[in-house]
């Protein structure tokens, strides 16, 4: 949200808060568990965009603080209290983690990983059995140095075949180390090779700008960039790229999004502003809070504007980025999606497609037009907050919000190219991924035809693209699928 937040706070009522704590003093000995417990309701009954919806979140649902404690100690750990207060199925994005830092890192695209970012599919005839294809490597990492290039399948962790019911344990466990056996595609049914590599996870940076340039195509300059997640600490970086597009004068944008989970709204309204300019304080987006959230505040403050400048601040108000946008005022864009593409990402084709003409390549879209918040156990539920409690590191990560474009449209079921928005449905070979960037890869080829001749239709009709792709790496980080609203302060009362 905007920086219009600093000036209009958001303004709450608890039933039970911290501002209540006299008259409804617990008798109970309280533990570190009550503490998260309370602090698990406090934060979902105050934020949560379903409060209304889910009983025990009700503001009169308990009348004292032992009530309340005693009722939460039958529930035996964190998560099992987090999951029991949310609207399932409808929700299916909120999370709890106990390890906020870990969090705050992976937003920031820091996490604990070999370098390989993968995609999981089910063999075409043994269904139980998954393979992994490697999507793209993360420079610098372990998987780099030991030459692991995108287009390789593995079907086996530490000699044991991967299946729907053991991958998580095999690939997503507290080891840091394992050895990875490789294969070859056989229609489907990938066969192995004989190839095995141990790598090691280690605390990795991604640069989410993964590549930038631009190709010429019958006299025509046309960008390509692939941005594989909406972290805020490197929007001084992309506006770096836009400022060469310009100076190079594109004809076309082609943005390539089939990676990129999602993360910072924020970022997400500078992009669009780069992409444009000539829309500069239209509506962007439109956030819709729950119900005791909008009573609150002033309707304005949940809109987000174009804008044409970068303007990003700490924790402590002091500014990091302040810059104007490079804008390319384009009337047009090209974006590839898969499988894979949400949250933030989903947002720009949104929100730019209410203005100027978006033309997608890929596959259809998640469909998560919800955002969240990150929530801290103090009186004011910011890591900043008086009496922040140091005895525990959870964190929420809720639903708060649902966001639409300036018309108030969004896509809950996912984005389908060629259905919801012009352009062309074509899923990824894992036969023949290419190399990321060249013209040549399938995925980028399309789209420069679709370029040059306008033409939609779509010849590929190769049965390994209907192969179904069940999970990927970047799903197992805590930042994964996240749209996050930045507040920057507020108080309780």
């Given at each position: ?22 008259p409804?003093?617990?008798m109970l ?13 406090k ?17 009169n ?9 005693t ?17 399932r ?15 705050e ?37 372990d ?16 000699g044991?075949q ?5 991958f ?41 700008i993964?590549?930038?340039?631009t190709i010429e ?8 960039f692939?941005y ?9 970086e ?19 999004l ?12 500078y992009?669009?502003?780069m ?6 304080d ?13 009573n ?11 804008t ?5 601040t700490d ?13 390319l ?12 593409t ?18 997608l390549?890929?596959?259809?879209t ?6 969240s ?35 108030n ?5 996912g ?10 449905e074509l ?15 399938p ?7 679709y ?8 010849t ?9 792709e069940?999970?990927?790496s ?20």
């Amino acid at each position: 949200m905007k920086t219009l937040l600093k000036t209009f706070l958001i303004l709450y009522l608890f039933t039970v808060t911290s501002c209540e704590k006299t008259p409804l003093e617990p008798m109970l000995e309280v533990n570190v568990q009550d503490d998260i417990n309370y602090f698990i309701w406090k934060g979902l009954n105050v934020f949560y965009y379903w409060q209304e919806e889910v009983p025990d979140l009700a503001d009169n649902r308990f009348g004292t603080f032992n009530e309340l404690y005693t009722y939460f100690r039958n529930f035996t750990e964190p998560e099992t209290v987090f999951e029991n207060l949310l609207n399932r199925p409808e929700d299916r994005f909120s999370v709890i983690v106990d390890d906020y830092i870990r969090l705050e890192n992976s937003f920031q695209g820091l996490n604990l990983s070999n370098g390989i970012e993968f995609g999981l599919v089910r063999y075409k005839t043994l269904t139980n059995n998954v393979f992994g294809y490697v999507r793209y490597v993360v420079q610098n990492s372990d998987a780099a140095s030991k030459n692991i290039t995108r287009g390789q399948l593995f079907t086996t962790i530490n000699g044991q075949q991967l299946t729907e019911n053991n991958f998580r344990t095999l690939l997503f466990s507290e080891n840091t180390t394992y050895t990875m056996g490789f294969a070859d595609y056989n229609n489907g049914d990938p066969i192995d090779n004989g190839d095995f590599v141990t790598l090691e996870k280690t605390d990795l940076q991604e640069n989410p700008i993964a590549i930038h340039k631009t190709i010429e195509v019958n006299n025509q300059k046309i960008g390509y960039f692939m941005y594989n997640q909406f972290a805020s600490n490197y929007d001084a970086e992309l506006n770096a790229v836009f400022s060469n597009f310009k100076a190079q004068n594109i004809n076309d944008l082609i943005i390539d999004l089939r990676y990129n989970p999602g993360g910072s709204t924020k970022t997400a309204t500078y992009l669009g502003s780069m992409i444009t300019g000539q829309f500069t304080d239209m509506v962007f987006s439109k956030e819709l809070w729950n119900q005791k959230i909008r009573n609150a505040n002033p309707p304005e403050l949940f809109i987000n504007n174009f804008t044409n400048k970068i303007r990003n601040t700490d924790s402590n108000g002091s500014v990091l980025v302040e810059e104007s946008i490079k804008s390319l005022e384009l009337n047009r864009v090209y974006i590839i999606t898969s499988s894979a593409t949400a949250s933030a990402s989903e947002l720009v084709i949104n929100a730019l497609s209410a203005y100027i003409d978006v033309k997608l390549v890929g596959a259809k879209t998640v469909g998560k037009q919800v955002g969240s918040l990150t929530l801290y156990d103090s009186d004011n539920l910011r890591k900043t907050g008086s009496n922040f409690n140091t005895d525990h590191r959870y964190a929420l990560q809720p639903l708060v919000l649902e966001i639409t474009n300036k018309i108030n449209e969004n896509y809950p079921n996912g984005i389908s190219p060629g259905i919801d928005i012009s352009g062309i449905e074509l899923r990824e070979d894992f036969e023949n991924l290419g190399i990321l960037g060249a013209p040549s890869e399938p995925l980028l080829a399309r789209t420069l035809e679709y370029i040059i001749t306008g033409a939609k239709e779509n010849t590929n009709t190769k049965k390994q693209y209907f192969l179904n792709e069940i999970y990927d790496s970047k799903l197992a980080t805590p930042a994964s699928n996240r749209m996050i609203s930045e507040i920057i302060e507020f108080p309780l009362r």
